[in-house]
């Protein structure tokens, strides 16, 4: 049988049919100005990595970390020009053959990822907080990736002032993924955005410069259940596709509230099956809640967060969270609202375990890191009581929430930067008693966002949490506010008590010391305190905004 012969049966088979002569193929149409947001983020990745292989080792740092600012920037400039052109109310609409959302909640979100990232790739390019070594200047993160840590190869890689720049392209692949993650139109670009942004994320917690066995742990650990997260989402995939025939949000919303216009004869069989569509939807939720650290599914958190270098952590806490509730909101609103009433008593459990679990568990925490990894379990509970609010004013005080809260981690992760002693960064918190006297500026900055994540009036957190418990409260969920309330109580008191540590502990005579950094780290731990201040003293304007934004297109 000819080529052409096979390539034609196996064309019809497929349901293509050949082009008629004189015909022209429809090429597909892609909305270039509105995916320029993730286009100038990618097409600097990629030239990233080109700068990796071309450039003198020397210059690569300067070089990548200016690539890196100007492309973070662009994008969130591309991002501030939809905006005002429209793109996020009148103008909002499905763009690149059905693919991706532009709406209010895309634009913000993905603001916030920008901005967010932006202030946390100072921390990365700060390299003035450990002693210089062999005459070179270090960063955080490992001379030589793929060296054996303590192997002579890694101790050559260190004489020489090698250096991971690598970092940067990664932290923009990431970004990317993070931008198409809330806005994925569709399942399978909701699961590519998925490995997109996580796949980087993974091999960054493995390149510490310090502690490198730990950090190495802890990427494998993040590696193997980030997999467990992406099989049960794409399992949940291939279920809703059995169920709808289609992989598109609005398809499946269709079929979910009976208002398909035809169906398919060869998926009549399987259409409408309920069963498929709740085993589905409940493993899609899994990935996702994963992916925001609630319980229980939250096992991978406090590890990554302390093995990880420092900046990735904040980088990874803050941006990660933003990106997976979008996803989760564009699922829950706009895929399956007509199963309201199925997912709500599930996310009531899941909000309640996850706000007293990380609360209470992060009481006997004794690293710094891990107290603050359980805490952002008590914040994604606290989220999720928005987004059970099933109404606008529950999306846009989640919009509010993540906004804040990614601020304040980005700062307070800086801050434990700072932190020293003859080890890299003392992170365990009898090390941090009496810092108020040896640095009072650095431990009242602490305080400042210890404060926020507490909820205490004039800061953000108190304006964010005031707005999700109210949303909460007014979509029917008042009980689930006293729990989030009594949980919130119980945070306070960790927080506190590392205040207390600070102020009103007599400092050590070997304590760490409070390196002084760069303007890098300065310009992070400022934004996120002018931040905080700004949205818990005057959080009005911020309300506004998110509350315009709140509204995604169908």
């Not at 292989?53 to 969130?76: K, M, N």
């Not at 198409?180 to 796949?199: G, I």
């Not at 906004?403 to 003859?422: C, H, K, N, P, W």
Request: proline share 5%; net charge neutral; with cysteine.
């Amino acid at each position: 049988m000819s080529a052409t012969a096979v390539h034609s049966l196996w064309a019809t088979a497929g349901g293509v049919t050949s082009a008629a002569p004189g015909e022209k193929f429809q090429a597909p149409v892609i909305e270039y100005t509105q995916l320029m947001p993730v286009l100038i983020v990618i097409g600097a990745a990629v030239v990233g990595v080109l700068v990796e292989a071309f450039v003198p080792r020397r210059s690569r740092y300067y070089t990548q970390v200016f690539l890196t600012v100007v492309a973070l920037a662009a994008s969130f400039a591309a991002i501030i020009g939809l905006a005002a052109g429209g793109h996020g109310t009148t103008k909002a609409g499905i763009v690149a053959m059905g693919a991706i959302a532009i709406d209010g909640p895309t634009l913000f979100l993905q603001g916030t990822i920008l901005l967010t990232a932006l202030v946390a790739v100072f921390t990365f390019a700060e390299r003035r907080l450990d002693p210089a070594s062999h005459g070179n200047r270090v960063d955080s993160f490992a001379a030589q990736a793929a060296s054996v840590p303590g192997s002579d190869s890694e101790k050559a890689a260190v004489r020489a002032g090698f250096t991971t720049t690598e970092v940067f392209p990664l932290v923009l692949f990431s970004v990317a993924g993070m931008l198409v993650f809330p806005a994925a139109n569709d399942l399978l670009t909701l699961f590519v955005a998925l490995e997109v942004f996580s796949l980087p994320l993974y091999l960054l917690c493995a390149v510490a410069r310090r502690k490198r066995l730990m950090s190495q742990e802890a990427a494998v650990k993040y590696f193997l259940l980030g997999a467990f997260s992406s099989a049960f989402l794409l399992f949940g995939i291939a279920l809703l596709y059995g169920y709808a025939g289609s992989v598109s949000y609005a398809e499946i919303a269709h079929v979910v509230d009976g208002s398909v216009a035809k169906v398919d004869p060869a998926l009549a069989a399987t259409m409408g099956n309920d069963a498929l569509l709740l085993i589905g939807g409940a493993m899609i939720l899994t990935g996702l809640l994963f992916k925001v650290g609630a319980v229980p599914f939250h096992m991978w958190t406090p590890d990554v967060y302390q093995g990880a270098p420092t900046p990735v952590t904040g980088f990874m806490a803050a941006a990660t969270k933003v990106a997976a509730f979008g996803a989760l909101l564009r699922l829950l609103y706009v895929v399956l609202p007509g199963l309201t009433w199925d997912w709500r008593p599930v996310m009531w459990a899941v909000a309640i375990v996850t706000m007293l679990g990380g609360a209470i568990v992060a009481i006997t925490q004794t690293d710094i890191k891990r107290l603050l990894a359980y805490s952002s379990i008590a914040h994604a509970g606290f989220i999720l009581a928005g987004v059970i609010a099933a109404t606008p004013d529950g999306v846009s005080s989640v919009l509010f929430y993540l906004g804040a809260y990614s601020f304040v981690t980005v700062g307070a992760f800086a801050v434990v930067t700072l932190v020293r002693d003859a080890g890299g960064e003392a992170t365990h918190l009898s090390k941090w008693a009496g810092l108020g006297r040896r640095s009072p500026l650095v431990a009242a900055v602490f305080a400042v966002f210890l404060l926020a994540f507490a909820g205490i009036p004039l800061t953000s957190g108190f304006s964010g949490k005031f707005a999700v418990f109210k949303a909460a409260a007014d979509g029917g969920a008042g009980g689930l506010v006293v729990i989030g309330v009594i949980s919130s109580a119980i945070a306070a008191f960790f927080y506190i008590r590392v205040i207390v540590l600070m102020f009103f502990s007599e400092p050590k005579a070997d304590g760490p010391t409070v390196a002084v950094p760069s303007p890098l780290t300065m310009t992070t731990i400022a934004v996120g305190v002018a931040v905080t201040l700004a949205l818990g003293l005057a959080p009005q304007y911020f309300l506004d905004l998110a509350s315009q934004a709140g509204v995604f297109v169908r």
